[in-house]
């Protein structure tokens, strides 16, 4: 791929809040081997589409990523292949059929700077207002884990913001776990919908194209679709 295909990607790479949750809210990860099935499709569709997954938590009925794709046009594609094969995992599995998800999984562009980390709290503190643990760090099936204890689990990547908590690893650490314990449950519902978290300047950067926020291109002239017919898209 030409330098300038992939500089021209990185710069209209985009944060997104992905989520979504079982049919009628049913339990669809039901024993460890379920989460650790969901994990290696992370892992492995991740790659696969130049993604990089900074926050995510799976619980029982439903889980939440935070991720930055490259390419923001393809990331249904990538949600897509993800929820599909973990319901043809289920089904086989489970003797189950039908839909397995409730509809189309939900996204929200989040600003980087902004608020890349009050939604990854957002996300690690599904366990604990679930009433499962205490602490984000003691349940399994999340990136806490990775940055409270410094967990390698084959799917996090370190958020470009954590470097913000402290000079070294271990005042990073517990800088962290201490604002995981620091939290506004107003602010955090700006996270339970749809609509773009940011200010206005990242907003008006942002456009819907069918039914999903992408970053706005700049006059789509004879380079953009040069750059189509080069970078394959």
Known sequence: MPTWCRKHQLQNSLIYHVYNRGNNKNFIFNEPGDFRHFKDLLRSYAFDFSTR?????????????????TDPEKLSKLMAGINLSYTYYHHKKYGSAGFL???????????????L??????IERNPVR????????????SSARFYCLGETDGITTES?????????????????????RDFDQEAEKRFTGT?????????QKLIINNGRFIPRRRGRHSKYFLHKRLCGR
């Open 195 to 203: 609509g773009p978290v940011g200010d206005k300047e990242f907003t």
């Open 53 to 69: 997954i900074y926050h995510w938590v799976i619980m029982s009925s439903h889980y939440h990523l935070l991720l930055e794709i």
């Open 101 to 115: 998800w409730q509809g189309r999984f939900k996204t929200q562009p989040v600003q980087k700077e902004k608020y």
């Open 160 to 180: 470009p913001e954590f470097r913000q908590f402290g000079n070294d690893i271990a005042a990073r650490k517990q800088a962290y776990v201490n604002f995981l």
């Open 130 to 141: 679930a009433g499962i643990v205490t602490t984000p760090a003691e349940y399994e099936f």
């Open 117 to 122: 980390c009050a939604c990854g709290r957002y």
